[in-house]
């Protein structure tokens, strides 16, 4: 971890004012997201994200749809980096998009145009750790997911020894249910998530 992301961690939970994007989609730190931007309040969301190099938050939806009427987001999402943005079509945004820091929504309202913007804590970042002897068959499952997916599909760098990283690779291409990914991506503890996840594989018999 940085010295900037060991004093943000003794400073405690960092608070933001966020614009949320909720949809039937679990964003998870260290995830590429493609999105494809078209509404109004979520164009000139990303207009404004973009002019000002800000992230904007991702929310599994609890309740209603993409488009329309605003729907009722998750409390705990996590923020969303633009990395690459394109515009072949006027008015529709191809954006490419990672997953930063874990947030909980403190409170939230809905603008006249249908925008929520909420008040977050950013949720401390995981440190690094060595992954567990137990819970090695999960970095190889992963390991063989990747290849077949290809490298293009993850953003690196690729740390097969972190039991971080390897939970939320596991968490984000396993065919998991939305609910069971939610609550992956709330674990505070990759042991926790490591732990979950290598049951899953065990049900599939694709781990002892």
Not at 35 to 45: A, G
Not at 195 to 203: E, K, Y
Request: glycine share 6%; hydrophobic share 45%; with cysteine.
């Amino acid at each position: 971890m940085t010295l900037l992301g060991q004093i943000k961690d003794m400073l405690g939970p960092q608070s933001l004012e966020v614009p949320i994007f909720p949809l039937h989609a679990v964003l998870l730190p260290g995830s590429l997201m493609p999105l494809r931007v078209f509404e109004q309040r979520y164009v000139e969301m990303t207009k404004t994200c973009l002019r000002n190099s800000r992230p904007f938050g991702v929310c599994l939806i609890q309740e209603g749809a993409e488009v329309g009427t605003p729907a009722v987001p998750e409390r705990v999402g996590c923020l969303a980096t633009i990395l690459e943005w394109d515009m072949q079509q006027l008015g529709i945004f191809s954006l490419r998009t990672l997953g930063t820091e874990r947030f909980a929504m403190n409170r939230w309202t809905v603008e006249p145009g249908g925008l929520i913007r909420a008040q977050v804590s950013v949720l401390p970042r995981e440190p690094e750790t060595v992954l567990p002897d137990q819970h090695r068959t999960c970095a190889r499952v992963l390991e063989l997911i990747i290849d077949k997916l290809g490298n293009d599909h993850f953003h690196g760098p690729f740390r097969f020894d972190d039991a971080a990283w390897v939970s939320y690779r596991l968490a984000e291409t396993l065919p998991l249910k939305l609910e069971a990914r939610q609550k992956l991506l709330e674990l505070d503890a990759a042991a926790e998530r490591l732990q979950v996840l290598h049951r899953f594989l065990t049900s599939q018999g694709l781990a002892d």
